[in-house]
């Protein structure tokens, strides 16, 4: 019989999860979604000019190709459309419980108990027995908020960036943003000819390379369409040039010194005032944070009434920022400081074999078995786990790495009941991202989202993914044991 399956997340990576299930006829799932909708991070960041930096016909599933993207990177809406198009074209929406947030699963020695939050308020929540559970939350999916004394008392409007507040209009105002990443690289432009004036508060600069961005009119789409392999080809030729360029730079190999000249050349053409340049040139190798992917954001920090700021702020004011030189009085503060990205499934209590602790268990750094399973967790399966982000390609790629390898799992949960990954499969694994991460640069002077406060590299597969491929299609039955 086929394993009941809870899944965590209505994004990417919950929907691939579902529809693979549904592919393969298994509708014993439920997927629990803590919002009113799907999308996941497409739902959530809705800031003017969201949108993805690897090209949709890549940022997609492989097994459902859309021949209606308008441009090569489309805009939040659309991925959204997507994900919606897919949920409704393999009938997965009906699983979908909505407004139903995860709060606790606990493996009770032959079933996982999941529990999810009242549904109103003095309501009890509710728990309900599953065999599996597949977590797909995402890494990026809680605002990082700083700790700035005297926010509370801020006079004007504050929000974050992934939660953007659509209805305070910018128009005229004195706007300041703090964070200069790739969510603020691609909302800045959009919002800087609409304010009065804008201050922009770096604490770091970024290393920025052009998007070659692209309409696709009316003939390309139907080519795309209907010309047999024309999509397959397409995407297949940005995945492999991804590969064979980006994924070098990060492992400081060949093509590390052309993606440095590409992005101070980027900035030469842009940026023409040598004062601005020389506050927006990175002093660490490109790679060790995020590149930021954006043809746009250079041209709106030139701007009349865009300053770029590199003092510290030190405090909020009920009339703006104060920082270690002057005081800048604004009427709305947009935090665009990124995400809590280290702890992964937090805030849910996740309780595995013998009352065992997941965010115990991680207290040093999160690490999974192929970023999927957990020794001491049975039949709990993430998606988008520890160590399987990537700086250079579609991690959509990587979660159906991840969904298939969950799908051969299933036949011998079927027979053999729960299963946990091996201790020495674990610790071979975490040998083998040690040495890998020891020639990539995220280790090399600069602080990211890639990894803890004591500098563990938790979020960022460090090898070629193609080689990930292969690995999570190994037949799981020797990394694994009955429990
Ligand atoms: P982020 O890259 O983590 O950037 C956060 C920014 O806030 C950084 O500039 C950081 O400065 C600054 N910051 C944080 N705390 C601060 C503090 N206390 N004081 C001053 N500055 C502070 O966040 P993000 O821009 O939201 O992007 C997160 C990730 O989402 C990206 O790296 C990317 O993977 C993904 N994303 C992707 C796309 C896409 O097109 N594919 C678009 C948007 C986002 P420091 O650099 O000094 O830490």
Redesign the pocket.
Known sequence: MAPKVAIVGAGFGGLCMAIQLERAGIDSYTVFEKAGDLGG?WRD?SYPG?????PSHL?SYSFEKYGSWTRR?PEQPEILGYLAHCADKYDVRRKIRFNSAVVSAVFDGAEWQVTTAAPTPGAEPLTESFDMVVMSVGQ?NRP?L???PGMSDFEGTSFH??RWNHDHDLTGRRVAV?????????FIPRIAPQVEQLTV????P?WVIPKPDATFGPLTRLAFHYVPGLQRAYREWIYRYAEATLYPALAQGWSVGLLKQRALRHLRDQVPDPALRAKLTPDYPPGC??V??DSTFYPALTRPNVDVVTE??IRITPRGIETTESLHEVDTII?????K?TEFVAPIRVSGRQGRDLAEQWSGGAEAYLGISVPNFPNLFLLYGPNT?L?HNSIIFMIECQVNHIMACLPYISTLGPMEVRPEAMAAWTRQIDAAMSRMVWGNG????YKTAEGRVTNNWPGPTPLYRRLTALPPRRAYRPV
């Open positions: 991070t960041n969201a949108g993805c930096d690897i940022y990177y990026l990082h700083p700790d700035f960036s992934a703090i964070g200069n990443g790739s969510s603020a690289a691609q508060f770096q604490r770091t970024n944070k995020r930021v992917i510290k702020p935090y665009a400081t990124g995400f990205t982000n700086g600069c602080q990211s989202w």
